[in-house]
DNA sequence: AATTACCTTCCTACTAGTAGGTAGTCAAAA
DNA sequence: TTTTGACTACCTACTAGTAGGAAGGTAATT
């Protein structure tokens, strides 16, 4: 019985599949309705303005992916395979396509145009997911793992840029592939080179 | 007399700048019209369909990039400076503004959703970059400034996410700063430890 | 047990405004 | 004189959003 989603999950789920593929500007609740065949209005009952639709869908992204980080943290055994973990959960989600690209990421690049209450989200998003890389790589970095040049803070930025950068570039180019062949060589560089 | 741009680079430069800060379906007619105050339908007599504006925009965009690109090969005198100067270049647009965001980079996100036609031209833009920074790279390979752990091929594809990464970085958290803060250590990192 | 009231979810039908695009006109420039 | 670039006026389709109501469930009141 678990597999019965309620029709305001459901609808987030369209949309999150809609903003994926084209942003904020790139689908309507006209969209939504012909895809899960529920009127228009029944769309604005759940949600009454496109605002709180996609703020709500940020905000369970955000839960989903917060729960996902924190499972990673506590399953996998190493700092080093925690990285790895977290980029072929990506690989899986650009391959299958069920996933191509980050909310967030999406939303980010149109960010002086979106609503203030969604632009908020998203940049929260952004400041979690690089607190947690720059957490793992403080861990690595504590056992002796990783040889950092700079401050955790700043190689988890240039980290999280490239995860994005590397989205981007398998989807200019069609190539899922692509993903791990940018993401891959930048987790390796951090392996300190005794061990 | 220079300065007097012909109407239908200013359409492009609005629709530009509209694309850039809300990509493909971020900007309509109406925009361009109310910018540069002329009607609606008058725009549609420089460009039929939106499709063929886009496409102008982008290849308008295409040839100023590969003559500045061009132009840096041939001006900067080592390969470690055509880097530093093609991110200073980026640094300043973003910094004032001017051009905050790749169009590229901004219509490679919608990519599943654009026209076909502005889609190749999007793909061949990042096929050209990619190829500008692979010879830069083999070029200082060749040199021995640069130490590569992989193919310049590679690698480029590298440099070229941390860029666009960078790009999106520095607008989700408003701050042009981040944009260098990624990027160059990226480039610091290929140097050649003996030089 | 029947009534009352309320709540949730969805519906039809509608609005004002915007989307991209077209037809036909007109003045000035080539 | 033909072309260019602008115009007015319009079209159809779609946008987000609203009004009001029907159907069903729940729960307390009578």
Not at 54 to 69: I, K, M, N, P, T
Not at 83 to 111: G, H, K
Not at 130 to 153: I, N, T
């Amino acid at each position: 019985m678990k597999s019965m989603a309620s029709t305001s999950e459901k609808i987030l789920d369209i949309a999150q599949s809609l903003i994926v593929t084209g942003g904020y500007n790139g689908f309507s609740y006209a969209d939504i309705s012909a895809a899960i065949g529920i009127r228009k209005a029944s769309i604005h009952h759940h949600f009454p303005t496109k605002a709180d639709l996609v703020s709500a869908l940020v905000d369970r992204y955000r839960r989903q992916a917060e729960a996902g980080l924190t499972f990673l943290r506590e399953q996998a055994s190493s700092p080093a395979e925690q990285l790895q973990s977290y980029m072929n959960y990506w690989q899986t989600c650009i391959r299958d396509a069920s996933l191509p690209f980050c909310v967030c990421a999406m939303l980010a690049s149109e960010m002086q145009m979106l609503p203030e209450e969604v632009a908020s989200r998203v940049r929260a998003h952004f400041h979690g997911l690089a607190g947690w890389l720059a957490s793992v790589l403080q861990a690595g970095v504590e056992q002796g793992l990783f040889r950092l040049d700079k401050r955790p803070e700043e190689e988890a930025q240039v980290l999280m840029a490239s995860l994005h950068g590397a989205m981007l570039s398998a989807r200019a180019f069609s190539d899922p592939g692509l993903f791990v062949a940018i993401v891959a060589p930048q987790i390796a560089r951090l392996r300190s080179p005794d061990c």
